[in-house]
């Protein structure tokens, strides 16, 4: 099974980087970036994971946060409803189950589609 890992570069840009390849070296975490083939120091209060398969109605990988807070993970909105009213919620990865934190209902994930990352 394919895991991808992102999280926000400390480095000037702030921008967020994907990758396969995660280090740990003295309470830092390093992502490698292939576009710019080095490793880059990343903010691991805002890493998340992508399990392989896992997508949304766009087929784009759904990430999930590592943070209680929800931090990094995606951002995600359901189609709309009669009434027009969509519902968003911010996908957490905990204790091995993927899950949406929502106040309520929220259909599968083939019906959801990204709408950003939760700051």
Do not use: H
């Not at 840009?13 to 490793?39: A, C, D, G, H, R």
């Amino acid at each position: 099974m394919k895991v991808l890992n992102r999280a926000k570069a400390l480095d000037g840009n702030k921008e967020y980087i994907t990758s396969q390849s995660i280090k740990f070296e003295k309470n830092k975490m390093y992502l490698y970036s292939i576009p710019f083939k080095q490793w880059i120091e990343c903010d691991k209060s805002t890493r998340s994971i992508n399990f392989e398969d896992v997508s949304d109605s766009e087929n784009n990988p759904i990430f999930a946060s590592l943070s209680e807070s929800g931090k990094g993970g995606d951002i995600m909105e359901s189609e709309k409803f009669k009434n027009n009213m969509a519902l968003n919620g911010v996908v957490k990865y905990d204790k091995g189950r993927i899950s949406i934190d929502t106040s309520g209902f929220m259909p599968k994930f083939e019906k959801l589609k990204i709408i950003g990352i939760q700051k």
